[in-house]
């Protein structure tokens, strides 16, 4: 398949710049996999969907600050580094922009000398592994010198820095948010539970894979980057004993997505596990845990809308998007939800 095959006319405006005041307020899409249906609702809403016996399956990565401001010693300049992933202690590997003020050697001071780093090497993919040198607890300093890493098509200022995570975020460690998740409040997870759904927790630590788009035109050229997960026993324990019951296993999210669909094992079963993950999802993919997705509008031509349409089928998500542009709905991250049932 071609990345043009993907592609869909966005007017700039449906581009949401930031988060609705209540998080489930949020419009809902409803789209049937099987016939292609489309239903308006609110994500309140979605609770009318979830039948007792499904497993709702969340991602409890929590962002850290990861874009940082700096400059190199003895020059009056600005580079912008953002942290994609922890190797070990001290080193991150990470995106610069300019990379050519970023390259291996260089040394790059933060705020007023609390934190410096040293770029080491530069990867294939213009990534830059950088070693950091402080003194102290490093998640202080960068909570401290650190800014939220929204997406460069969110030109608004965050007022709240809670509004891009989860309220069920816990495991610090992504450079952007779950944000299929962002919708649910504390109150509806509870009335939820109350009508008999399981609800369990992995998590996927969400890295380059959100930032790179799909560069290759036949789209199975294309490799996604590498992201750690984990899920423990007893949520394998739920999710399996809900397959075997009947019920739905119903992701929140790509991340969650991804996550199930790189442990299954066989016959339908998943297994607890840690570790790395690269699996693209685009049409084709036959699933073999995942039932349902709540999920957000996505990007034209990227990962994401390829795996949604893996999920319901290309025509029917395209003519969804259609849809959901005429009747106005709020795209991307602080956008509406849509879900796949």
């Known amino acids: 398949m071609r990345k043009e095959d993907f592609y869909y006319d966005l007017p700039e405006e449906l581009i949401a710049q930031h988060p609705i005041l209540n998080r489930e307020d949020s419009r809902l899409m409803v789209l049937d996999k099987a016939t292609g249906s489309v239903e308006h609702r609110y994500f309140r809403d979605i609770i009318d969907y979830l039948n007792e016996g499904d497993c709702l399956v969340l991602n409890d990565t929590r962002v850290i600050p990861a874009r940082l401001f700096g400059s190199r010693k003895g020059k009056d300049e600005s580079i912008e580094f953002l942290l994609l992933k922890k190797i070990d202690k001290n080193r991150w590997e990470t995106l610069v922009k300019p990379g050519k003020k970023a390259r291996p050697g260089a040394k790059v001071i933060f705020g007023d000398g609390e934190l410096e780093g040293n770029v080491l090497s530069t990867g294939?993919?213009?990534?830059?592994?950088?070693?950091?040198?402080?003194e102290g607890i490093f998640e202080e300093i960068l909570d401290k010198l650190g800014e939220m890493p929204l997406p460069p098509y969110i030109k608004e200022k965050l007022e709240d820095k809670e509004r891009y995570q989860t309220v069920y975020s816990k495991k610090e460690g992504s450079a952007a948010a779950p944000t299929a998740g962002l919708h649910f409040t504390k109150e509806l997870l509870q009335k939820i539970e109350n009508k008999g759904i399981k609800i369990v927790y992995l998590t996927l630590h969400v890295g380059l894979g959100t930032f790179r788009p799909v560069k290759e035109e036949n789209i199975e050229d294309h490799h996604?980057?590498?992201?750690?997960?984990?899920?423990?026993?007893?949520?394998?324990?739920?999710?399996?004993?809900?397959?075997?019951?009947?019920?739905?296993?119903?992701?929140?999210?790509?991340?969650?997505?991804?996550?199930?669909?790189?442990?299954?094992?066989?016959?339908?079963?998943?297994?607890?596990k840690s570790g790395w993950t690269d699996i693209f999802i685009y049409p084709g993919y036959k699933f073999k845990v995942v039932d349902c997705l709540i999920t957000?509008?996505?990007?034209?031509?990227?990962?994401?809308i390829m795996l949604v349409s893996a999920l319901a089928g290309r025509e029917k998500i395209l003519n969804s998007y259609d849809i959901a542009v005429k009747e106005k709905y709020r795209f991307f991250s602080f956008g509406d939800a849509m879900f796949i049932k």
């Not at 957000?296 to 994401?304: A, K, M």
């Open 124 to 134: 294939e993919d213009g990534t830059r592994i950088v070693e950091f040198e402080y």
């Open 224 to 272: 996604m980057h590498s992201e750690y997960f984990e899920l423990s026993k007893e949520a394998a324990e739920i999710i399996n004993n809900t397959k075997k019951s009947g019920g739905r296993v119903i992701a929140v999210g790509t991340t969650s997505t991804r996550t199930l669909e790189s442990i299954w094992a066989q016959e339908n079963l998943v297994v607890p």
């Open 296 to 304: 957000n509008f996505h990007l034209p031509e990227s990962t994401l």
